[in-house]
């Protein structure tokens, strides 16, 4: 009897099957189709599981944990959920890649935007 599971699950299967088996690995590589699913990599990473993942050139990141608040009432429709305070964590320098000051430029000129800023490797501009 065949039941539907996705491939990301079926990899954590593989994963957990081989420890069990006694195979000794140091770490679990991913390309970009897993290395994008959060739900995957969590798994991984509640498993103990150490993991090299590709992600898209379109993920976005934070370097730490970026500052939030809650949502202003105003008008149109109101935010279901807490905004991240662009200009506080430019402050502190989160933004992977840019100064803090190039951070808060571009929080300026983003204003009211709801989305983080994509890190970008060392010495890219």
Do not use: C
Not at 3 to 10: E, N, S
Not at 49 to 67: C, G, N, R, V, Y
């Amino acid at each position: 009897n065949r039941v539907y599971q996705p491939k990301w699950k079926q990899a954590l299967e593989m994963v957990s099957h081989a420890r069990e088996m006694g195979l000794r690995y140091g770490w679990v590589g991913v390309d970009s189709l897993y290395g994008s699913n959060a739900a995957f990599l969590n798994e991984l990473e509640d498993m103990g599981e150490k993991f090299m993942a590709d992600i898209k050139k379109t993920t976005k990141l934070w370097t730490s944990p970026p500052i939030l608040e809650a949502p202003v009432p105003g008008r149109g429709r109101p935010r279901k959920g807490p905004q991240i305070n662009r200009l506080l964590s430019a402050a502190q320098g989160t933004h992977r890649g840019r100064s803090p000051r190039a951070d808060q430029a571009a929080a300026s000129t983003e204003a009211g935007r709801h989305r983080p800023t994509k890190a970008l490797p060392s010495g890219t501009s």
